[in-house]
C-alpha cells in the first residue's frame, strides 16, 4: 500500500495554460482514479487569491473532455477540496519557503485528511472552525514527518508545474530547488516552452537549470507528444509488419507534417511576436513528430533508449536553408461581412513586425535510410482549416500494369499514408481500387481508421498523459537536454538568417490556404501537398 504523498503545484496557477489545459487535466486524472490516493493541489501566482477564489476559478475554467459527464458534480467537489493556494513572487525565497511550509503541513496531515473526506465523514475543509490552519499549529506533526522515512514511512513528493514566462523562470527554479523542495521524496519540475530562441539562450537556460536540478529532475514538456496519434506513431512503426518494412527512401518518396490553426494570435501577440511560427510550432511539436517518424527501431521503450534514437536522427539532419524556407503573415481579409485583422492589427503585435505566422520548410536527414527523401513542414496561423497530420507518399509502382486505367494521371498510382493528429483522429491509408463494374476504371480509395467509430473512449488530453507520466517518473515523452541542442542547431541558422536580412514574408489572407510560397518550394522537391483536397 503505498502511503506516499504527492503535491502538485502549478507555478502561474493564474495563468492562461494553468486555467485551460493543466487544471482541467489534473481533474481529469482524479476523475478516472489515476491520481495517487494521496495528492495535493497547490496553485502558486503573484495575484491574492484565497484557497476559496482558487477553487472557483477552476471550477469555472473545468471544460475537459470529462466535465459534462453525469454525476461529475461531486466528483469535482472533492478534487477542489484538494485544491489551495498560495500567492507569492516568482523570485521569493521567502514565499517559496512560505509555501514549503503549507506543503509539509498537507503532507503531513494528508493521508488523514484524504481518508476523512473521502470515506469516514464529510470533512469540509472550507468550514471555518477547521482548517489547515489548525492543523498547521501541530509543529508535532511537523517534527513527526521528518521521523517517518526513517521508520519506512511515507515519502512526500512533490512536481512543480512551471506555467510562467521566460524571463522568471531561472529564478523560480532556483526558489523552488532551495526553498520548496521535497527533503524525502522527489522533486520534479515539468517545464514549458520556450526553450530559448536559439542555440545559444537555450544552452544557457540548460546550465541555469543544472546548476539547482539535476536532469532526471526536469520535464520538459512538449504535449505534442502527449497525443494520442503521436503516441501511437511508434506502436504504427513497430508493431505492424507491413509498414516498418517500407519505412526508408526505397519506398516513401516524401513525408509531410502539417500543422493549421483556423485562427489568428489572439490575445498573444506579444509572447508570439518574440518567437513566431518557427520556434512556435516547427523547431519543437514538428521536429519531435519527424524525429519519431523517422528514428531507428530503439533497443527497448525505456525512456533512454528511445531519446537516444531521436537524438541520433536530429543530428543526421541537416541545419535548415534558407532556400529551403518561405515564410508568411496573415493580413486581414473580408468574408461574409465580417473583416477578420491582419497578425499586426494586434496591438501587442510590434508595428510593421515581420514576425511570420506561417512556414514552409524542407528538411533532409543524411542517414542511410532516409537520404535524399525530403521532409517537408507547414506549419500557420489563421489558415482555413485547424488540423494537425503527417502525410508520407510512397513511390510510384514501378511498370504498373494499371497506369491507363485511372480516372486522372495525377499521382495515379501512389498509395499515401495519412495520420490525423487532429481533430477527428483518423490513419488513413490511400490506395488504387478498382471501381466496380464492368469496365476497369481505378481510383483512390481509402482503407480507414477513424477513432470516433472505432473506438467508444474518449481520447485523453496530451496534458493529462504528460502530467501522468511526471507523477510516475517516466520520462519517455519529455525531451532531454541533447535532443534540445540537436533540434535548436536544426533551426538556429536559418531562424538568425531570416531576423537579419529582414526577410518580407509572403502576406495571406485570414482564412486562406497561406502563401502560394509553400507550393513552389514543394514543386522544386517534385511534391505536392497532400491536404489540397
Ligand atoms: C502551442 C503553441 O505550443 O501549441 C500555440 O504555442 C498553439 O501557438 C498550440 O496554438 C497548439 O496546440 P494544440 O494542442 O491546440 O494543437
Known amino acids: 500500500k503505498d502511503e506516499s504523498t504527492v503535491s502538485i503545484t502549478v507555478v502561474g496557477a493564474s495563468g492562461d495554460l494553468a486555467k485551460k489545459k493543466i487544471f482541467p487535466a489534473l481533474f481529469a486524472l482524479y476523475y478516472e482514479g489515476c491520481l495517487p490516493k494521496h495528492f495535493t493541489i497547490f496553485g502558486y501566482a503573484r495575484s491574492k487569491m484565497t484557497d476559496a477564489e482558487l477553487r472557483n476559478m477552476v471550477s469555472k475554467t473545468l471544460a475537459c473532455r470529462i466535465d459534462k459527464r453525469e454525476n461529475c458534480g461531486e466528483k469535482i467537489d472533492q478534487f477542489l477540496k484538494r485544491c489551495f493556494y498560495h500567492s507569492g513572487q516568482y523570485d521569493s525565497q521567502e514565499n517559496f519557503a512560505e509555501l514549503d511550509k503549507k506543503l509539509k503541513e498537507h503532507e503531513v496531515m494528508g493521508v488523514w485528511v484524504s481518508t476523512l473526506t473521502e470515506w469516514i465523514i464529510p470533512f469540509r475543509l472550507s468550514d471555518k472552525n477547521i482548517t489547515f490552519d489548525y492543523w498547521s499549529q501541530m509543529d508535532t506533526a511537523l517534527l513527526l514527518s521528518e521521523d517517518i522515512p526513517s521508520k519506512g514511512g511515507r515519502v512526500s513528493n512533490r512536481l512543480f508545474y512551471l506555467s510562467i514566462p521566460p524571463n522568471i523562470f531561472i529564478d523560480a527554479v532556483k526558489c523552488t530547488s532551495s526553498s520548496a523542495s521535497s527533503g524525502i521524496g522527489w522533486t520534479r519540475v515539468i517545464v514549458e516552452k520556450p526553450f530559448g530562441r536559439d542555440s545559444d539562450s537555450s544552452a544557457a537556460l540548460t546550465k541555469a537549470l543544472k546548476q539547482y536540478l539535476e536532469e532526471d529532475q526536469i520535464f520538459r514538456i512538449d504535449h505534442y507528444l502527449g497525443k494520442e496519434l503521436v503516441e501511437n506513431l511508434s506502436v504504427l512503426r513497430f508493431s505492424n509488419l507491413i509498414f516498418e518494412p517500407l519505412w526508408s527512401r526505397q519506398y516513401i518518396r516524401n513525408v509531410q507534417l502539417i500543422f493549421s490553426e483556423d485562427f489568428g494570435t489572439e490575445g498573444r501577440g506579444g509572447y508570439f511576436d518574440n518567437y513566431g511560427i518557427l520556434r512556435d510550432i516547427m523547431q519543437n511539436h514538428l521536429l519531435q513528430i519527424?524525429?519519431?517518424?523517422?528514428?531507428?527501431?530503439?533497443?527497448?521503450?525505456?525512456?533512454?533508449?528511445?531519446?537516444?534514437?531521436?537524438?541520433?536522427?536530429?543530428?543526421?539532419?541537416?541545419?535548415l536553408q534558407l532556400e529551403d524556407v518561405v515564410v508568411g503573415q496573415y493580413k486581414s481579409h473580408t468574408k461574409g461581412g465580417v473583416t477578420y485583422p491582419a497578425y499586426i492589427d494586434d496591438n501587442t503585435v510590434p508595428k510593421g513586425s515581420l514576425t511570420p505566422t506561417f512556414a514552409a520548410a524542407a528538411l533532409f536527414i543524411d542517414n542511410a535510410r532516409w537520404d535524399g527523401v525530403p521532409f517537408l513542414m507547414k506549419a500557420g496561423k489563421a489558415l482555413h482549416k485547424k488540423r494537425a497530420e503527417i502525410r508520407v507518399q510512397f513511390r510510384h509502382v514501378p511498370g504498373n500494369l494499371y497506369n491507363q486505367n485511372f480516372e486522372t494521371d495525377l499521382d495515379q498510382a501512389t498509395n499515401e499514408l495519412i495520420i490525423r493528429v487532429q481533430p477527428d483522429e483518423a490513419?488513413?491509408?490511400?490506395?488504387?481500387?478498382?471501381?466496380?463494374?464492368?469496365?476497369?476504371?481505378?481510383?483512390?480509395?481509402?482503407?480507414?481508421?477513424?477513432?470516433?467509430?472505432?473506438?467508444?473512449?474518449?481520447?485523453?488530453?496530451?496534458?493529462?498523459?504528460?502530467?501522468?507520466?511526471?507523477?510516475?517518473?517516466?520520462?519517455?515523452?519529455?525531451?532531454?537536454?541533447?535532443?534540445?541542442?540537436?533540434?535548436?542547431?536544426?533551426?538556429?541558422?536559418?531562424?538568425?538568417?531570416?531576423?537579419?536580412?529582414?526577410?518580407?514574408?509572403?502576406?495571406?489572407?485570414?482564412?486562406?490556404?497561406?502563401?502560394?510560397?509553400?507550393?513552389?518550394?514543394?514543386?522544386?522537391?517534385?511534391?505536392?501537398?497532400?491536404?489540397?483536397?
Open 290 to 319: 519527424l524525429a519519431l517518424f523517422a528514428m531507428e527501431t530503439p533497443v527497448s521503450l525505456d525512456a533512454e533508449d528511445i531519446r537516444n534514437e531521436k537524438v541520433k536522427v536530429l543530428r543526421s539532419m541537416r541545419p
Open 427 to 533: 490513419i488513413d491509408l490511400k490506395i488504387n481500387n478498382k471501381v466496380p463494374g464492368l469496365g476497369m476504371r481505378l481510383d483512390h480509395s481509402n482503407l480507414n481508421l477513424h477513432y470516433a467509430a472505432r473506438y467508444s473512449k474518449e481520447i485523453p488530453d496530451a496534458y493529462e498523459r504528460l502530467l501522468l507520466d511526471a507523477i510516475e517518473g517516466e520520462r519517455r515523452l519529455f525531451i532531454r537536454s541533447d535532443e534540445l541542442d540537436a533540434a535548436w542547431a536544426l533551426f538556429t541558422p536559418v531562424l538568425k538568417e531570416l531576423e537579419e536580412k529582414n526577410i518580407i514574408p509572403e502576406y495571406y489572407p485570414y482564412g486562406s490556404r497561406g502563401p502560394v510560397g509553400a507550393h513552389y518550394l514543394a514543386a522544386r522537391y517534385n511534391v505536392r501537398w497532400g491536404d489540397l483536397g
